[in-house]
């Protein structure tokens, strides 16, 4: 079965540092990934995806994340936070062999990015 | 270019009583996919419309159904609500044919049953 885990409920970062956010899938074959960000009272937003090519993708607002087959990973990275980048962060998975290309989520991490 | 668009914002409904949301996707898009967001949780698929039909379903009972018409907008009926379908509704729409493309997603009802 597609899974996606998203280990810490929470990830807190100084303004100006590097932050993280990590997700690793299970899925039977090459998957698609996606990050999506939600913001309180509001819709999921697109930051990136990966479907083939460079293991390194770069995405909207300065994210970048990195697909790693061997350790079965997509973890989110930004090399500077801003405070505005606090919100709730979503891993995705869609297995590309499934017609209706629907999206498996993880339970999310909260970013909290002080001043 | 309007984003997908859901309505109500919000809905306050009984124990026991139906409920429909409706979503308009984006512009272009003919696939539309809904999800149940419960507090605290990430989004579970509900099912998805492509072409007036369900495509797939996720694992929601027969309570949850829906409808896609001929402009690709889309509601989710809720029948003999509980306290458990409490949650953020998100409606999502994608490309045609969109294996390589992503989800775009709507602002969400939120539906609070009491």
């Known amino acids: 079965a597609q899974s996606v885990a998203q280990p810490e409920d929470q990830v807190n970062v100084a303004e100006g540092n590097p932050l993280t956010v990590k997700c690793t899938y299970s899925?039977?074959?090459?998957?698609?990934l996606f990050w999506y960000v939600q913001y309180p009272n509001r819709g999921l937003q697109f930051l990136l995806k990966y479907i083939t090519g460079d293991n390194l993708v770069k995405g909207s607002y300065g994210f970048e994340a990195e697909f790693n087959k061997s350790q079965t990973s997509f973890h989110l990275k930004k090399p500077s936070a801003l405070v505005s980048d606090s919100a709730l962060y979503f891993c995705a998975v869609r297995d590309p062999m499934d017609s209706s290309y629907k999206l498996i989520f993880g339970s999310g991490t909260r970013l909290l990015v002080r001043p | 270019d309007a984003g997908v668009t859901q309505s109500p914002t919000h809905l306050i409904k009984t124990r026991g009583q139906q409920v429909t949301l409706r979503c308009s996707p984006k512009s272009g898009h003919d696939t539309v996919s809904w999800y149940q967001q419960a507090l605290g949780q990430g989004p579970q698929f509900i099912f998805q419309y492509y072409e007036e039909e369900e495509r797939q379903r996720g694992n929601f009972p027969d309570r949850f159904s829906g409808h896609q018409f001929p402009n690709y907008s889309s509601e989710l009926n809720v029948n003999a609500l509980l306290l458990g379908d409490s949650a953020l509704y998100l409606c999502?729409?994608?490309?045609?044919?969109?294996?390589?493309?992503?989800?775009?997603f709507g602002p969400g009802t939120r539906l609070t049953v009491t």
């Open positions: 999502a729409s994608s490309f045609p044919s969109g294996s390589l493309y992503e989800q775009y």
């Open positions: 899925v039977s074959g090459n998957p698609y």
